[in-house]
């Protein structure tokens, strides 16, 4: 964008790497970059490859709400200014972290019907969080509008990690704290990054120190419709939108059965389907933020009464759990893992919290 003189805020530095075919650039972030000048810096990341900053970004827009997560994780929430769809970003779990908040009625919207170039000229953002792939393989747009928004509003950097289902993503793939550590380069936020670290290690340790030898088989389920005859499957695979699941060491029970993931374009698998897979759980995935309560008299209510459903071992037994939400940085997933630890294992782990919430908030605040 141009200033009041005529020049344009961002100077194009450098960016290198396996998609140099992007032309994707890297700038001058903003005239709140004055304090980091002469600071230059670069970070490289897959699919974009090297990019060169000149100062830390106070603006940045993700499109998916890990990123958002991990965002905010490193203490630069003031700075996020849009989202792709508010529903999709579990802001409501921050309400148990004194201090932290986002309120995601504030963000900008980028999907609305859609997601063209204007809101990212609107929002003017010093970076974008996002895999250009996605921008392309995903929301339909050109190489050449992914090439016009980094040259002339700010650079892309990100990777798709969510779903291990897209056969476009071709290049490496990141962990969820491989792509934190990428954000805390970005955010020149090394110290948070540790401090999360070390406390999710702690977690992971204290689960597998505790948790049963048995290694259930679950079925990861949406809803078709509100009263569900049938639902879309989403496989347990290496997309973070799994690491909860596969930090307990579960089974995937639909790609056992040669299910087709729904984010590789799979179809729905009705209640015989089920039937014939059998699973030892069934875990449902709502978009929101969806109370124990809501979950028994809506998701588990209706398997129990329902004359097909109600034959699965999983809801003869009463292992029908919430799967938590699609997207989950380092934040979101304490509380995704600590919910499906109860709803698993309710004997070890029911009834108390898995991670320290003050703990979180102090990282965030800066208070490692």
Known sequence: MATDDGTTRRTVVKTTGALAGLGIGAGCLGESGSSNEGSTYSVTMEPVGEVEFDGVPETWLPYTADY?????ALGQGDGLVGIGQAHLYGTHYYDELPGVSVDASDLTELWDGGTG???FYELDADVHLIDPNFMINRLGWSRDEVDEIADTVAPFIGNTIFSASYDWHDYDRYTLYEAFEKVAELFQERERYEAFATLHDEVI?????????????????VPASAEPEEFYPYLINEGTQSKHWADLGVRDALGANDIEDAQAGGGTVDYETLL???????????????TEEDFENGIVSSLRDHDVASELEAVRNDRVVYAGMTYQGPIIHLFQLERVAQGLFPDTFGGEDLFDRQAVANIVDGNT
Not at 209 to 215: G, K, L, N, T, V
Not at 276 to 290: K, S, T, W
């Open 117 to 119: 170039q204007e809101v």
């Open 276 to 290: 014939e897979i059998d699973p030892d759980v069934i875990a449902v995935r709502q978009q929101g933020q969806v």
């Open 205 to 221: 340790a204290d689960l597998e120190s505790r948790r049963p030898d048995e290694s259930p088989s679950v079925a990861v389920l």
């Open 68 to 72: 958002a997560d991990m965002g905010v």
